[in-house]
């Protein structure tokens, strides 16, 4: 027959007891020439003729005809050995590296698969996250720094990027006018300003032109400079006590830093013993009402909400009411961040201002607007367009740690002569300090306090 010379499909799978393997068809034989009885079946297809022949040809289990086992198939088809528990493979919960997990008895109730015990983790709060710079303080340094030494550390960037271009610049050098327009340029590309740059420039190269000039003696000249323009606007914030509450609206554009500033400005009202109540008016973003609720809890200071996309202008009016019953001494309000050329959003702020002054026509007291240092010239854009949508009366400047162009609070002291008020370096409560002239034109240019 021809199932005695090949194999069928079940042969061929489990193989004939004690029948070689049949040889390789030799490569010169045309496959037409065989037999059309001695050609294999196709590939994938089984010989059902031989199927019952194949079967009789399967060997029996050694457990079976008590044959021995040979030792390199012990255990091959993963029957436990004799006398010992079954076990899971190793890796899963409970294991021994040796031997896997132990056995878990569940005799004939149906029980939950076993989980192992998930590591100790402690909720947390979104709000809290948010507001993480809230929580800035001696548990997070070890050693709390000066404000001086937090200065320079911020605003490292800036000064670096300038000792360097001024090193380059005053080394075995003569001045000349390449050079000095040199200087210029570095200080543009600082944000300083063309206003500023000249008259650097040009306070540099008095009494010096084509003689040399020291690294040091530069940003001596830089530091001097700046301290001059910017000495008229270092003024602090001033609460009129007489006004019960003082109001003060903060503005600016999205991620500049309003909620965080207002957060850490009620911390230092509460320290110098004044009652504060909070308005979380940017009721655009769930998460800045409740970053302005952590704020509250943690510094003591009652919080006015609502719900998210609530009338702002309504929450301001309803926050003056309160504050007024209530005698609080300054009441901090918060907005929704806005692009400066989105008129319909400056609008909104707008209004704010006319439905606060229906209970005070004298409010705000004052409008802080809120400036990060990263976005450079863009700031003077927002300085002239916040003007127009409210009165304006003051900066706060933040992220100067951001940046290595920090000279644009001397551009915007040149151009608006707006009080600036505060500034900050990082994201620590203590991290935002009322702003003095000559620390940051020292810190700008690299030089030590004097």
Not at 365 to 377: F, R, S, Y
Not at 408 to 422: D, E, M, R, S
Request: hydrophobic share 40%; charged share 25%.
């Amino acid at each position: 027959m021809a199932s005695e010379e090949k194999p069928g499909w079940f042969g061929r799978l489990f193989g004939r007891k004690g029948q070689p393997a049949p040889e390789d068809k030799p490569e010169d034989k045309p496959e037409a020439e065989l037999p059309p009885e001695a050609a294999s079946p196709s590939e994938g297809e089984p010989d059902f003729a031989t199927a019952a022949e194949d079967v009789a040809h399967v060997p029996l289990p050694p457990e079976e005809t008590g044959e021995p086992v040979p030792d390199v198939v012990e255990g091959a088809d993963l029957l436990p050995v004799a006398g010992e528990p079954e076990r899971p493979p190793a890796g899963t919960a409970g294991d021994d590296p040796a031997h896997g997990a132990d056995p878990v008895d569940t005799g004939d109730v149906n029980r939950e698969p076993v989980v192992a015990p998930m590591p100790d983790i402690q909720p947390v709060d979104s709000a809290a996250a948010l507001a993480h710079d809230a929580g800035a303080g001696p548990d997070c340094e070890p050693e709390a720094k000066g404000w001086w030494s937090r200065l320079t550390s911020g605003m490292k960037r800036t000064s670096s990027a300038l000792s360097e271009r001024v090193t380059g610049l005053f080394t075995k050098r003569k001045l000349d006018a390449t050079t000095l327009e040199d200087l210029e340029d570095a200080l543009i590309q600082a944000d300083f300003g063309v206003e500023t740059a000249m008259r650097v420039s040009e306070a540099v190269g008095k009494g010096r032109y084509e003689k040399g000039i020291s690294p040091d003696e530069v940003r001596a000249i830089l530091a001097a400079e700046v301290e001059r323009a910017l000495e008229p606007v270092a003024v602090p914030l001033a609460i009129d006590a007489s006004r019960k509450p003082f109001v003060i609206l903060t503005v600016g554009v999205n991620g500049a830093g309003k909620t965080t500033t207002l957060g850490k400005l009620a911390s230092k009202l509460r320290a110098e013993g004044r009652t504060v109540m909070l308005a979380a008016g940017d009721t655009f973003r769930a998460a800045a009402i409740d970053q302005l609720k952590v704020w509250g809890a943690r510094t003591g200071t009652p919080v006015v909400s609502g719900a998210q996309g609530a009338d702002a202008a309504g929450l301001a009016f309803d926050a003056l009411k309160q504050a007024s019953a209530a005698g609080t001494d300054v009441l901090l309000i918060d907005t929704a961040g806005r692009l400066q050329n989105k008129t319909g959003l400056m609008a909104e702020l707008e209004k704010i201002v006319r439905v606060l002054r229906k209970q005070d026509p004298e409010a705000p007291h004052a409008t802080i607007l809120v400036l990060d240092a990263t976005v450079g010239q863009n700031a003077l854009s927002q300085v002239e367009l916040f003007s127009q949508a409210a009165p304006v009366s003051g900066l706060v400047m933040t992220k100067l740690d951001g940046t290595a162009r920090g000279g644009i609070l001397v551009a915007l002291a040149a151009k608006f002569g707006l009080p600036v008020h505060f500034i900050g370096v990082g994201e620590g409560v203590e991290d935002l300090e009322p702003f003095a002239a000559r620390d940051f034109a020292r810190a700008i240019a690299g030089l030590e306090k004097d």
